[in-house]
């Protein structure tokens, strides 16, 4: 356990009452501590390293899904159409324009340092070669090829950290129940249920020994208890074929290295110190061709850097269609990525989170050493921007991607007062960033702010 100390005061526990009380309120105390700091790995967290300073990630998902541009597994799973129905689409998935060399070089010009790949969704359908079960692109589709050994491949020589996403549950396996969410196939027949879990261990040994991913995407653990996954078996597994490997936070409590909320841009940072958000380019996570609501190159680069203020990463997906060919509006964005991170790069991967809102009215991020505040535009300020409670001397500001100097200065600062004064810096309008205008504030020392209610004057 972490070295800590308790103030037993501040749990309202009377521990002169007797030494009964005090062992009570020590147990409280420390199931609350455990339960507080367990949810998440904290295991050699220098492995953690390329993660944090990655900041971008492309999720993608592909799959059958993407022939009738429906809902990935939860088409049949719902109802919305039979699992019969479903399967068929497997006769017209063709990855015949598939081309991952053209894939990595997208991902990396977006700025991407990272990519996960649907591996296998819940539907049960094995975009590999696997050797667990016949259901893959590889044995039942006009495809006939492994779809992930060339990605995996294409990435690792454009320098993109691999990322396999899989699902721990299976609609399609013949020891899994599709049709409840209930957890009886455990409690009622634990050794079909373990013939499950030694099948998902078998195609995760494929995967790791073929690829030996960086990462693992795991999702689909809300059906079953980690123990009945068996998750502490299969990450000391996994950590045997890669010591490094990366596991995010849905193989259940206690087991992942970072959290994953979804869609929902937080508004608050996440409890986790590392953490992404997923979020789809349009509404949907596979390729929907109906689906035209993408979201504009401008709102996602405002998400982006929302996670770059909080100190996480964005991992942002688009869906192939059934060739392999990425959509024209998903390759759009990834393009006006690249035009933004490559002018921005400093303001982005060497940084980390920001400081509190409240002091300027927009998202910032700081460098390592916290002597550089970024401050990251998506609009035009009026006369001059104001920071508030800055108690550190501003050194320089310059436009990140072109290198103009601003001008700053301070007012309202009284030489007898602890309290800051307002600092100014003017922009004028020429410096502005079609998308998002990045300032970087170079500070005389670490970034130290006042975040006091104020004062009176009592003696002028």
Same mark, same amino acid.
């Given at each position: ?118 591996? *296998? ?115 000391? *597994? ?82 192939? *269609? ?68 800055? *108690? ?69």
């Amino acid at each position: 356990m972490p070295n800590f100390i308790l103030n037993l005061t501040n749990y309202d526990v009377n521990i002169s009452t007797s030494f009964k009380s005090y062992l009570l309120a020590l147990g409280i105390l420390t199931i609350f501590f455990t339960q507080s700091t367990a949810a998440f790995s904290q295991e050699t967290p220098e492995r953690m390293e390329w993660f944090a300073d990655a900041k971008l990630g492309i999720f993608i998902h592909w799959g059958i899904y993407s022939v009738n541009g429906i809902d990935e597994s939860w088409s049949f799973f719902n109802d919305y159409i039979s699992y019969d129905d479903y399967m068929k689409q497997l006769s017209g998935f063709t990855a015949s324009k598939y081309d991952p060399v053209k894939w990595a070089k997208l991902i990396k010009s977006s700025g991407a340092k990272y990519a996960v790949l649907t591996a *296998k969704h819940h539907d049960g359908v094995a975009l590999w070669d696997t050797k667990a079960s016949d259901l893959s692109v590889v044995k039942k589709t006009p495809a006939g090829k492994d779809l992930v050994g060339p990605l995996m491949n294409a990435l690792e020589k454009e320098g993109i950290k691999k990322g396999i996403y899989f699902s721990v549950l299976d609609w399609s396996h013949p020891d899994y129940d599709r049709n409840t969410r209930e957890t009886f196939r455990y409690k009622n027949d634990p050794e079909r249920f373990r013939k499950f879990t030694d099948f998902n261990f078998a195609q995760l040994s494929e995967l790791s020994e073929q690829y030996n991913p960086d990462l693992y995407w795991f999702d689909g653990d809300w059906e079953h208890k980690p123990e009945e996954w068996r998750s502490a078996e299969l990450k000391k *597994k996994l950590q045997n074929y890669n010591p490094n490997v990366i596991i995010n936070s849905r193989l259940g409590k206690g087991f992942g290295d970072y959290d994953t909320p979804e869609q929902g841009v937080p508004v608050t940072r996440p409890s986790s110190e590392f953490w992404e958000l997923c979020m789809t380019m349009n509404n949907s996570w596979g390729y929907q061709g109906n689906d035209d609501q993408y979201k504009s190159p401008s709102e996602l680069l405002r998400i982006f850097v929302d996670c770059l203020h909080m100190g996480g990463n964005l991992l942002m997906d688009f869906g192939p *269609k059934p060739d392999g060919t990425i959509p024209e509006e998903a390759e759009n964005i990834l393009n006006e990525f690249g035009r933004w991170t490559s002018k921005h790069e400093s303001a982005i991967y060497d940084t980390q989170a920001g400081i509190p809102d409240g002091h300027v009215y927009a998202p910032t991020t700081l460098s390592k050493d916290k002597t550089i505040l970024y401050i990251y535009l998506d609009y035009k300020v009026n006369e001059s921007l104001a920071i508030k409670g800055l *108690k550190n001397k501003i050194q320089r500001v310059w436009v990140v991607g072109n290198g103009t100097k601003l001008q700053s200065r301070e007012v309202g600062k009284m030489y007898w007062s602890a309290v800051p004064g307002m600092k100014y810096i003017d922009i004028p309008d020429n410096v502005y960033d079609k998308d998002i205008t990045v300032l970087a504030v170079l500070l005389d020392g670490p970034v130290d702010l006042y975040r006091e209610k104020g004062q009176v004057i009592e003696s002028n």
